[in-house]
């Protein structure tokens, strides 16, 4: 089945500087990456996704890029805020819209 | 618009007791997915329901897990019996169609297994 990585575990930022967080994946026939938030006992909500025929994409302060080849995507938050400050979870689905498989999540902390 | 409703908030039982989990999607989602987060750990997925049919379920402890969706609406989520390493957050979700985009999720359920 499909195995997903994600690093780093933790992440600490200065409030204004940019976070990445990285995915690998397994199935080179996945063809869907989301990304979810998780604030602190709250639920996971997504904030973006990306499709495999595509190579980035941006949504305001937000933006993931998608290496196939590699096998890798990336979550790039730009200007970060204290309110960044969560878990954040990748994923990936497989071909025939198989069921997500999650990575192990990036704690963010932004310092202000 | 309401979001995915899931009660209780919380639960602690002892090992080898029974446990079940409710669960609302939103209003017209068709599929309705059940994810157990251990702790430090993404979310794993135990079943999802299309309508009241399960589409996969390849990731339930059948031996003591059951879940069900009677009326292709709420569904509920049983363990029977508990075992320590249950312990987790049980979340549901939902989505509009059967493709695992764009999921919902409840705020979960946070069993301990004493």
């Known amino acids: 089945g499909e195995n997903v990585e994600q690093h780093p575990s933790t992440l600490s930022v200065q409030e204004g500087d940019s976070a990445v967080i990285k995915c690998t994946y397994s199935?080179?026939?996945?063809?869907?990456f989301p990304w979810y938030k998780q604030e602190l006992g709250k639920r996971p909500q997504l904030i973006i996704d990306?499709?495999?025929?595509?190579g980035e994409k941006k949504d305001q302060r937000i933006a993931v890029t998608l290496n196939k080849t590699a096998k890798h995507f990336s979550l790039h938050i730009t200007e970060t805020q204290p309110e960044d400050s969560a878990v954040y979870f990748c994923?990936?689905?497989?071909?025939?819209?198989?069921?997500?498989?999650f990575g192990s999540g990036t704690q963010l902390t932004v310092l202000p | 618009e309401a979001g995915v409703a899931q009660s209780p908030r919380y639960k602690i039982i002892e090992k080898r007791q029974s446990v079940a989990f409710w669960c609302n999607p939103i209003?017209?989602?068709?599929?309705l997915y059940w994810y157990q987060q251990i702790l430090g750990q993404g979310p794993k997925l135990l079943i999802q329901?299309?309508?009241?049919?399960?589409?996969?379920d390849s990731q339930l402890p059948k031996d003591r897990f059951s879940a069900e969706r009677l009326k292709g609406v709420d569904s509920t989520l049983k363990i029977q019996p508990a075992k320590l390493e249950d312990s987790a957050v049980y979340l549901c979700?939902?989505?509009?169609?059967?493709?695992?985009?764009?999921?919902?999720f409840g705020s979960g359920t946070q069993l301990s297994v004493l």
């Open positions: 979700a939902s989505s509009l169609l059967q493709d695992n985009e764009k999921l919902f």
């Open positions: 199935d080179s026939a996945s063809n869907y």
């Open positions: 990306i499709r495999s025929n595509v």
């Open positions: 994923a990936a689905r497989g071909p025939g819209a198989r069921q997500l498989t």
């Open positions: 209003s017209g989602h068709a599929t």
């Open positions: 329901f299309q309508n009241n049919g399960v589409v996969d």
